[in-house]
């Protein structure tokens, strides 16, 4: 840890923004033994560190490192000397690197051992739909596009993630051959009771001006939708949509809940007469541990949100590194949005084309802290902690142990496929993010195939090819990414060309059957309102939902799985 005297390298404007966003102890294997620890770290840092981070004088370690939890300063070893090189590479493994960690966190600062942070979940009432098979004429399939939308709610100080989430629908009408229905019908969605009025939970709408360079109304997204409201019909698409809803986790009186049932409701537009009605999940998550690496503490619950300390502190070290006056420009009113500089595919922001997109600058910058190591990492930033607030990994696939990996690969793998995208653009600074880290998955480089963020995902049918059901054993979709907003989960149709994929079988990550840990069927709610059973629409040969004579084949997914 000896220090050189060459001065850092800069850094992209994301370089330093999360240095180690959301380091939110899980637990994971390979904790050393904190007594023995202790021990071999003061003996590591009086060979490596202590000639010149002593305590007590100009240089002291703790004026570096007093902020940080055990987790968080094992990163900042792992990273040193990456990416920036005022600091050379570590000179160990991983069993003297974790021994610093604790010696410096625990000795020298003081600090708690890290634990586990285990929320408590209480069940939320549920209440199921009524759906009468013989007099009903029509069902109403109803969605959440990406099964978990995440905000940061520290709006004074920066923005990437702003409130909105999307739901898309569609209205059959029942019969021998079921019809999409699109005109002389209103569709519309409407937030729960507490869920109404995020203006009073987060900071987005005094400082929209700012962020998106707009004054907004209050619970009003920059896309101009609210908590309640119509759905516009997209004629190409044929679905019912509506972009923008800008709900929070957080709820009146209190308290968390990351699933708001929204219902959804269909009307026949001459008479104003209910046709169907339904409910749908619309998830959105704050939890994302930065404090842990950049100090202060949950924002909200003691479970949630990036507090102002954290958020400071992020933008104090983005600052020194990159030469930028994102803490002046909060601290004066007039806070960023990440995507002004860096292009991102999920906001449609074009930013600065010269720069990577916001996907690749993250999650590049941040695997060269993190690396080494399983999905746990994925929980450090991503709301998917198995004891977290919001655990949103609760379909089938997560039932069965398929974790992020399967799909996405592992931090080092999703990070190489987005640099190599920024790469192939022509985006050099992506080869000082890519130098110190090598795939996973697959070997060499050059097997990993570059994607664009969004826009290009794991492909379902690679592993959903027949019929029969994969061995979660052996399945993976990673590096095998979707070609064109068709194939996407989220955009993709049955074989008749017709009903989406997502409204049989559910969101992204919430798939049928799912089990949410706010109540069971709780993403369930049409399955079991329509068949009531927990799987897609139609399973088990329950065709009649929609279809009122038998069919003699499946015409929805023929060529997908054989007929």
Request: with cysteine.
């Amino acid at each position: 840890m000896k220090r050189k005297g060459a001065a850092a390298r800069p850094g992209g404007i994301l370089a330093a923004l999360l240095i180690m966003a959301c380091c939110h102890f899980t637990g994971e294997a390979g904790a050393v033994d904190e007594g023995n620890a202790r021990a071999l770290g003061k003996k590591v840092f009086a060979e490596q560190c202590q000639a010149c981070h002593e305590t007590g004088g100009d240089n002291d370690i703790r004026k570096h490192t007093a902020k940080i939890a055990t987790v968080g300063m094992d990163a900042y070893l792992t990273g040193q000397g990456r990416v920036f090189d005022h600091m050379p590479l570590f000179e160990g493994g991983e069993k003297e690197r974790r021994a610093v960690a604790v010696y410096v966190t625990m000795d020298i600062n003081g600090k708690a051992p890290d634990r586990p942070q285990v929320v408590r979940i209480k069940p939320l009432p549920l209440t199921i739909p009524t759906f009468d098979a013989k007099k009903d004429q029509y069902v109403l399939l109803a969605w959440n596009t990406l099964g978990m939308k995440c905000i940061t709610d520290c709006d004074g100080s920066f923005s990437f993630l702003p409130p909105g989430n999307a739901l898309g629908a569609v209205l059959l009408k029942r019969g021998p051959k079921p019809q999409l229905v699109g005109e002389g019908v209103e569709l519309a969605y409407e937030a729960p009771e507490g869920s109404r009025n995020p203006a009073a939970h987060v900071d987005f709408w005094k400082y929209a001006p700012s962020i998106i360079g707009k004054e907004l109304p209050l619970n009003v997204s920059a896309a101009g939708k609210g908590l309640s409201g119509e759905m516009g019909y997209n004629d190409k698409s044929r679905v019912f949509e509506a972009a923008g809803i800008p709900v929070t986790p957080y709820v009146d009186g209190g308290g968390v809940n990351p699933y708001p049932l929204f219902t959804v409701t269909a009307k026949d537009k001459a008479s104003g007469a209910v046709l169907a009605r339904t409910m749908t999940v619309a998830p959105v998550g704050a939890e994302m541990g930065c404090w842990i690496c950049h100090g202060g503490t949950w924002r909200t619950n003691g479970t949630s949100g990036i507090s102002k300390e954290t958020a400071q502190g992020i933008l104090k070290v983005h600052d020194k590194r990159n030469g930028t006056d994102l803490l002046a420009r909060s601290e004066a009113g007039r806070p960023v949005l990440c995507q002004s500089c860096h292009p991102d595919p999920l906001l449609n922001a074009k930013g600065d084309p010269a720069r990577l997109n916001l996907p690749a600058a993250m999650h590049g910058f941040h695997v060269n802290y993190l690396t080494g190591q399983g999905e746990e990492t994925c929980s450090r930033c991503h709301p998917d902690s198995p004891t977290g607030v919001t655990r949103c990994l609760r379909d089938a696939h997560a039932a069965k142990g398929i974790g992020c990996g399967k799909c996405h690969g592992l931090l080092e793998d999703h990070a190489l496929n987005l640099l190599k995208g920024e790469l192939a653009a022509g985006k050099q600074r992506a080869e000082l993010f890519m130098r110190h880290v090598k795939p996973r998955a697959v070997a060499p480089l050059a097997e990993l195939k570059p994607r664009t963020p969004w826009l290009q995902e794991p492909e379902c049918l690679t592993c959903h090819v027949r019929r029969g059901k994969p061995q979660a054993a052996k399945v993976t979709a990673f590096n095998a990414w979707t070609v064109g907003p068709g194939q996407l989960y989220r955009n993709r149709k049955d074989d008749l060309g017709k009903v989406p994929c997502i409204a049989c079988h559910g969101a992204p990550h919430a798939s049928y059957p799912s089990m949410n840990p706010y109540g069971k069927d709780r993403d369930n709610v049409q399955p079991m309102q329509y068949m009531g059973l927990a799987g897609p629409i139609g399973a088990r040969q329950r065709c009649a939902v929609c279809h009122t004579q038998p069919m003699a084949r499946d015409a929805h997914h023929k060529a997908m799985f054989g007929g």
